[in-house]
C-alpha cells in the first residue's frame, strides 16, 4: 500500500513539475504561437511577437493578421500604433527587436536608414506576468524563437496552419 502511495504521489508531483515550467523565458523576439486549446476570439490562430517584457507585464504584437496593405491587427487593446521594419542598420528612433527588425513609434519618413520592408499594426496584445506564465502552463501557447522571416512572412495569413503542426 505504502509503494503505491509513493508512486501515485511521484506521478502528481512530476505531473505538476511538466505543467507549470514553461519550456523557455519569454524574451522579447520571442514568437508566441497559438494552439488548438485557445479560443479567445481576438487570439485564436494567432502568431505573437513579443516587443516588450517587464515586470509590468508583456506586450505583443500579432503578426498573422494583415487588414490591408502593409496595415495588422496587433492586437485587442486598441491604443498606439507600432511599425515594425526590416531593416540592415537601426534608425534612429528604433528599438531592436530580433536580428534586423526594429519597432518605432510609426513609419519614419525622414529617417536615412534604408528600410527593406514595414509592417504597421493597430493595437497590441498585453499581459500581466502571472498572466502569461498561466497561458502558457495551460497550454494556450507555444513558444519558438522569432525569425525576421516569420515575421515577414510573404504569406501572413497562412502562417499559423504552417507553425502550429
Sequence with gaps: MRFAAIVIF?????????????????????LL?????????DLKQSVVLIVHNGREGAIG?????????????GGPIPVGIRTLIRAGTAPEQGDPILKGIYMVPRRLSNDTAPVDTARVFVGYVGWSPRQLKDEIARGLWT???????????????????????
Excluded: C
Excluded at 11 to 30: H, L
Design 10 to 30: 511521484m506521478r502528481v508531483a512530476f505531473g505538476q513539475q511538466i505543467e507549470v515550467s514553461p519550456a523557455k523565458a519569454v524574451d522579447v523576439g520571442t
Design 33 to 41: 504561437i497559438a494552439t488548438r486549446k485557445s479560443t479567445d476570439a
Design 61 to 73: 504584437l500579432i503578426v498573422n493578421h494583415p487588414i490591408s496593405g502593409s496595415s495588422y491587427f
Design 143 to 165: 513558444l519558438r524563437n522569432g525569425d525576421a522571416s516569420i515575421v515577414f512572412d510573404a504569406h501572413p495569413d497562412r502562417l499559423w496552419q504552417r507553425l502550429a503542426r
